[in-house]
């Protein structure tokens, strides 16, 4: 049973940094590729970064540039998500899922397995 667990996630103030892990199990690591997509509250799910399993990823959206990284653990079966200098517009449940298409595409119906998300805070 393809399962994805995030962690990772919690309270840090302007400036700081988080890393967010993604454990996945229950299927074929090497085939897939992982995504990760944030909804902030009243706003629509957007994505961040993606990775494909040969290690190719994506950033989403200009604000993450220089400040996300995303890369992945093939042997544990793990992609994280590095955020620094994380801003308040952060604040968002973090999500990861994963597709057997293992290529980065933004649309989240493309995506058959999700996590249950975890919760990013950034407040003074």
């Known amino acids: 049973q393809p399962h994805l667990v995030e962690s990772g996630g919690g309270l840090v103030q302007p400036g700081g940094s988080l890393r967010l892990s993604c454990a996945t199990s229950g299927f074929t690591f090497n085939r897939y590729a992982i995504i990760w997509f944030r909804q902030a509250p009243t706003k629509e799910r957007e994505p961040v970064a993606c990775i494909t399993s040969s290690g190719g990823y994506v950033l989403y959206g200009d604000a993450g540039v220089g400040r996300l990284a995303i890369s992945q653990d093939n042997a544990e079966k793990i992609v994280f998500l590095e955020m620094n200098r994380l801003q308040l517009e952060d604040t968002a449940v973090y999500y990861c899922?994963?597709?057997?298409?293992?290529?980065?595409?933004?649309?989240?119906?493309?995506?058959?397995?999700w996590g249950q998300g975890t919760q990013v805070t950034v407040s003074t």
């Open positions: 899922a994963a597709t057997d298409r293992n290529r980065c595409v933004p649309d989240e119906g493309s995506y058959s397995y």
